[in-house]
């Protein structure tokens, strides 16, 4: 299990002694039931495939000069103060690429309940090692020093990247262990073996892409996962290797259920990692199933 289900669990045996202690032997299955970090309605299958969740996004930009160890990029979080904290991912664009190559993924991800950070890289040919880095430095920017830093959960973060982005968010993985979850799309990475990995990671990988084709990366990166850490493998039936580049709705479900299910503990999103998706959009699909 992960450490926030751990902490989660922890939490609710705290409250629910509380509770009986105050009222006695009342406490109701659902009172003890309840997720701390559970955050808007119900899922459907519809409301993941919409442009936008339920949540109204604002941003706000972070100059390179403000930034430390990354180029500065730009936040999207929820509008409303009303639901308490949310937890919060940071994104790398891939080789020669700027954030405006998938930044697509900032309000999507943002109106469902969380805080995304898409960076610009000091520079465009950074490779995934550096990237890993300037992700996790994303990260301590938006929850210690960012003007959005009281609206994180700094024990909930993720990190998703595209390409060398990809590869630098299973990098920054690898180092930082306390991550919820990871987010590799069509990643690319010289080193192919992540059996130390223990942070539940998504890879999406397009089944045509010739840079870096599944055969080399996204299957092997996902089979030396220990199963141990949560993993699935979702592959687009026929994309490319800039699948990311737009507005892909497989990925952007999958991504949600992932972050949601693994950075808020939110076990009503199971439904869409296990068995999974399929349909004509996906061409293969596998997971660490079951979930809990």
């Known amino acids: 299990m992960t450490f926030v289900s751990d902490r989660a669990r922890r939490w609710l045996v705290v409250a629910a002694t509380a509770i009986t202690l105050v009222t006695g032997a009342g406490v109701t299955p659902a009172a003890a039931a309840a997720n701390p970090y559970e955050r808007g309605p119900a899922p459907t299958l519809a409301a993941l495939q919409a442009s936008r969740g339920p949540y109204a996004v604002s941003t706000t930009s972070v100059s390179r000069l403000a930034a430390t160890g990354f180029g500065g990029g730009e936040i999207y979080y929820p509008t409303t103060t009303g639901d308490g904290t949310f937890g919060a991912i940071a994104i790398s664009p891939g080789f020669t690429a700027y954030w405006s190559s998938i930044s697509w993924l900032g309000p999507r991800l943002a109106s469902h309940g969380f805080v995304v950070i898409g960076i610009e890289t000091l520079t465009t040919a950074d490779q ?22 009281t609206r994180i959960d700094a024990t909930r973060l993720a990190v998703a990247g595209h390409s060398m982005g990809g590869g630098g968010s299973l990098e920054a993985a690898s ?18 073996s992540w059996s130390e990995l223990r942070v539940p990671t998504l890879i999406v990988g397009g089944e045509s892409d010739s840079i870096a084709a599944v055969a080399s990366h996204s299957i092997p990166f996902y089979n030396s996962i220990p199963s141990s850490a949560e993993k699935s493998y979702l592959e687009l039936n026929n994309a490319s290797h800039f699948f990311p580049q737009s507005t892909n709705t497989p990925t952007a479900v999958q991504a949600v259920s992932w972050l949601k299910r693994f950075v808020d503990n939110d ?14 959009a996906i061409s293969d699909y596998r997971s660490s199933c079951p979930l809990s």
């Open 175 to 192: 180092d930082r262990p306390s991550l919820q979850a990871a987010v590799p799309l069509a990643p690319w990475n010289t080193d192919k």
């Open 128 to 149: 995934p090692g550096s990237r890993g880095d300037q992700l996790l430095a994303a990260l301590d920017y938006l929850t210690q020093r960012s003007s959005v830093r």
């Open 267 to 280: 076990t009503r999103y199971d439904q869409f990692i296990c068995p999974g998706p399929s349909g004509t």
